[in-house]
């Protein structure tokens, strides 16, 4: 007997998981993790987040009422209010004037712009690379972003909080049920998983650009405090 296809989510976890590796063992990410960036260093990946996700959740309205993409949009997931109380309390309230996006960021909130309004399934691998990302990995790096810097909630680390997401697992489970529920062509599946490919390179560049806040050498942590 011929054993089924594996569903639509389980084949994009698959072909994806080696950019994943790839994004996820970054060096900037690793330091972020081992607690080795100083403020500022965290403060420089808030300020890209900002402008990525103003880009997506733009976007995200604007594909709210889409019939592939609606579906994914949800305001429980929604990340520039936490961002924005974040800049205020690292960087004070004008924290717009002093800060801006490097050209990794801003090259890749193009292409968030760009696919949103021409192509429904290159949006949601945007949507899905992100958010899910942020409900995986994401909450580890908040738990070592809390202890690093003694941040909560309230003074720089809100956006590593869903509120109302009590069980991400659950949540992304049902998230990648709704993928398998939509049922793609072939073109569009390959279109989505070719998308969130280019996604993760967006992150990976991202966080190239971000690697100049890691230390030349090991550093103790109470010398970057
Ligand atoms: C410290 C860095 C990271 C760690 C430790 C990490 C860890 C993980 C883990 C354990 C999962 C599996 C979760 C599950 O099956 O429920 C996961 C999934 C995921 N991660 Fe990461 N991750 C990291 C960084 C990233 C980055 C930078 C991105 C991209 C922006 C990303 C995007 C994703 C996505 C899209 C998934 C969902 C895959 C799927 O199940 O379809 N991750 N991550």
């Not at 309230?154 to 590593?160: D, K, P, T």
């Not at 939509?182 to 993760?200: I, R």
């Amino acid at each position: 007997m011929d054993t089924p296809p594996l569903p639509f989510s389980a084949r994009l976890r698959a072909a994806t998981q080696g950019a994943h590796t790839a994004a996820e063992g970054q060096q900037y990410v690793t330091a972020l993790v081992a607690g080795e960036l100083d403020l500022a260093g965290y403060l420089d990946l808030v300020v890209q987040h900002h402008a990525l996700y103003q880009a997506l959740e733009s976007a995200a309205e604007v594909m709210r009422a889409d019939p592939v993409a609606g579906g994914f949009v949800d305001d429980a997931l929604t990340r520039l209010p936490a961002l924005e109380a974040d800049l205020t309390a690292l960087a004070g309230p004008d924290w717009a004037l002093r800060t801006a996006p490097n050209p990794a960021t801003v090259a890749y909130a193009e292409r968030i712009r760009a696919v949103a309004g021409t192509s429904p399934v290159r949006f949601v691998a945007h949507h899905y690379t992100r958010y899910l990302g942020d409900l995986s990995g994401g909450l580890h790096i908040g738990r070592a972003v809390a202890r690093r810097y003694g941040l909560t909630g309230q003074s720089g680390a809100a956006f590593y909080t869903f509120a109302r997401i009590d069980r991400p697992k659950a949540y992304k489970e049902a998230y990648r049920a709704r993928l398998d529920a939509l049922a793609l062509s072939p073109a569009d599946e390959a279109a989505l998983l070719d998308e969130v490919l280019v996604a993760y390179r967006h992150n990976t560049a991202v966080f190239a650009a971000l690697a100049r806040h890691v230390p030349a050498g090991p550093v103790l942590p109470e010398a970057v405090a």
